[in-house]
């Protein structure tokens, strides 16, 4: 798929909006178990750390290698098989939302600096072909799926809690 300049512009804006949404959480984050889970769910935690994972192994080095190296073929694997949450990461959701917000900022500073004709440099990724543009669009996609799951365990959480505050009876 060719991407058009306001496509292209339209993606970088909404990857921009992770920033707003880690900040976000960071001042709700204290208030809802973030490692309870359902069974074959993951946790608030794991949604979360996830997001940061991809950022940090996956899509911004990716993108980076990309440009500097165009036509180039990666088989960096998937990105969900290498993700491990330790304990002392579990123990730290705030530092997480910090360390997404800040590495996001950062990753769109540099995007923002590449010409809008360079996001379309091709290369293989998997061998699948892919442009900068193609990759940051999957980045989106993947980042609001994630943040739904959290906004749908929150609100089953909060749901839960308003209810056991119930009197009986109504």
């Known amino acids: 798929m060719e991407y058009s300049d306001d496509q292209i512009k339209s993606i970088i804006s909404d990857a921009d909006y992770l920033v707003d949404e880690a900040e976000a959480l960071i001042y709700v984050i204290d208030n809802v178990p973030v490692s309870e889970k359902a069974p074959g769910m993951e946790s608030i935690i794991e949604l979360i750390a996830l997001i940061d994972h991809a950022q940090q192994t996956y899509y911004r080095p990716l993108s980076e290698h990309l440009f500097s190296v165009p036509n180039m073929d990666e ?28 590495n996001r900022a950062s990753f769109i500073a540099f995007i923002s600096k590449i010409p ?33 799951l959290v906004a749908e365990r929150v609100l089953a959480i909060d749901n839960s809690l308003n209810q056991s505050r119930k009197p009986k009876g109504e």
Do not use: H, W, Y
């Open 116 to 148: 809008v004709d360079d996001l379309r440099i091709k290369g293989r990724i998997n061998g699948q072909e892919m442009t900068i543009a193609r990759l940051l669009e999957e980045m989106v996609i993947f980042e609001r799926k994630q943040l739904k």
């Open 75 to 102: 088989k960096p694997g998937d990105f969900k098989s290498s993700f491990k949450l330790s304990d002392d990461e579990a123990a730290k959701p705030k530092e997480i939302l910090k360390r997404i917000s800040k």
